[in-house]
């Protein structure tokens, strides 16, 4: 069984700060690239940063210079810490990983944690 379990979400008052950490664990041969989307309510689940296992980043513009994604490979986990939070950042956050299982490479989800940017 494959899982991906997320931590670290709640409720921040704006300017705040939050780290997010998501564990890939089970019968896994390779993990390639790692990230994060969130859904706000009523929106389409949109892109929040990637990571490839080498290390290359991608972030939407929305958190450029405020959230920095990265990975620790020996433990399978990848972080999203996330600075100067807005209202706007308000979402359920989604840890993603193509993932080697067995002989098969697919796009595995966490069941995703609840961020809530508020006063």
């Known amino acids: 069984q494959v899982q991906l379990v997320e931590s670290g979400g709640g409720l921040v008052q704006p300017g705040g700060s939050l780290r997010l950490s998501c564990a890939a664990s089970?019968?896994?041969?390779?993990?390639?690239?790692m990230g994060w989307y969130r859904q706000a309510p009523g929106k389409q689940r949109e892109l929040v940063a990637t990571?490839?296992?080498?290390?290359?980043?991608n972030y939407a513009d929305s958190v450029k210079g405020r959230f920095t994604i990265s990975r620790d490979n020996a433990k399978n986990t990848v972080y999203l810490q996330m600075n100067t939070l807005k209202p706007e950042d308000t979402a359920v956050y989604y840890c993603?990983?193509?993932?080697?299982?067995?002989?098969?490479?697919?796009?595995?989800w966490g069941q995703g944690t609840q961020i809530t940017v508020s006063s």
């Open positions: 990571i490839t296992s080498s290390g290359d980043t």
């Open positions: 089970g019968s896994i041969s390779s993990i390639y690239t």
């Open positions: 993603n990983a193509e993932m080697v299982v067995l002989i098969t490479i697919r796009a595995y």
